[in-house]
């Protein structure tokens, strides 16, 4: 009986104990939940709040702690004070090179073309690329118009002249692909951050000769053989035309004499025509006169008989 209560009473402190333990856990573990709640809402509130996408064609550059980083098609979390994102634009731009006038392009005869060439030039998307162009150039510049023709004009233009003094203008002009895939080659792909992916020729002609210089050494040249091919030119059209004038002329002579000749056939065929009727016409009419005696004839015959 002693063990029974004794055991019971054991067992009732136990449980006062627990119950105890439980009553000073409870608002802890309350407030332990509620505030692991509010941690991880707070948490998804402020990761929403400062993850930034990335559009298609541009890339989110961001500087600050952690060093420079670079998002193309996943976004990034920007935390102010902490970052500061730039979005660089790396679509295709497009960059013109014009050679017009008396700055055309001198060919490999010394003649002068007037030219227009379009690049089209990007941001390499690659983060050591974006990060290159980002830190020497900024993000805001990368792909302005103004900053292109700054950075690659030269060199563009540098281009077409080296590899238009390889071509004359008649091969220049009849081998544009060729002339092109020359371009590509001399300037390169990989231009310190950009890529250039292709480009056109949108123009070409030759320069007028009133804007060549004659006191220019090149130009001079160009003028006389632009003389000379122009002169020899219209000579062969002369002559061309001169020919077909006499071609003309003797087709129209040979048609006429076709024509009167087959006139004289004509004439020569109607007059026999008629000379053989008016034979039949004679002869039938001696015919009938003849007849007609012979019936007279007769008749005087038989009167006088």
Excluded: W
Aim: contains cysteine.
């Amino acid at each position: 009986f002693l063990e029974k209560n004794t055991q019971k009473s054991v067992y009732l402190h136990q449980n006062s104990i627990r119950m105890t333990i439980l009553n000073i856990l409870a608002p802890i573990l309350a407030v332990s939940v509620g505030f692991i709640l509010l941690l991880f809402i707070g948490s998804v509130i402020f990761y929403l709040s400062f993850y930034r996408k990335v559009p298609q064609g541009q890339a989110l550059v961001r500087t600050g702690r952690g060093g420079i980083r670079v998002a193309f098609d996943e976004g990034m979390l920007v935390i102010p004070v902490l970052h500061l994102g730039e979005v660089m634009d790396t679509s295709l731009k497009k960059l013109e090179i014009a050679r017009i006038g008396k700055d055309g392009l001198i060919c490999n005869d010394n003649l002068r073309a007037d030219i227009k060439v379009v690049f089209f030039v990007r941001v390499n998307q690659k983060e050591e690329d974006v990060r290159r162009v980002a830190q020497s150039i900024g993000c805001t510049r990368a792909s302005s118009n103004e900053t292109l023709v700054n950075l690659f004009d030269a060199k563009f233009s540098e281009a077409l002249k080296t590899v238009g003094k390889q071509f004359n203008f008649v091969d220049l002009y009849n081998s544009r692909e060729k002339f092109k895939n020359e371009i590509l080659n001399t300037i390169g792909r990989d231009l310190n951050g950009y890529i250039l992916d292709d480009c056109a020729i949108d123009y070409l002609e030759q320069t007028p000769l009133e804007f060549l210089k004659p006191d220019n050494i090149l130009d001079a040249q160009g003028i006389k053989k632009i003389t000379e091919l122009t002169a020899n030119e219209k000579i062969k059209a002369n002559l061309i035309r001169r020919n077909e004038e006499k071609t003309l002329k003797k087709q129209d002579v040979e048609a006429q004499e076709a024509i009167l000749e087959l006139d004289r056939q004509l004439a020569e065929k109607e007059a026999i025509q008629h000379r053989e009727i008016a034979t039949i016409k004679a002869r039938e009419e001696a015919e009938t006169e003849k007849i007609t005696q012979e019936e007279f004839l007769k008749s005087e015959r038989a009167r006088i008989t």
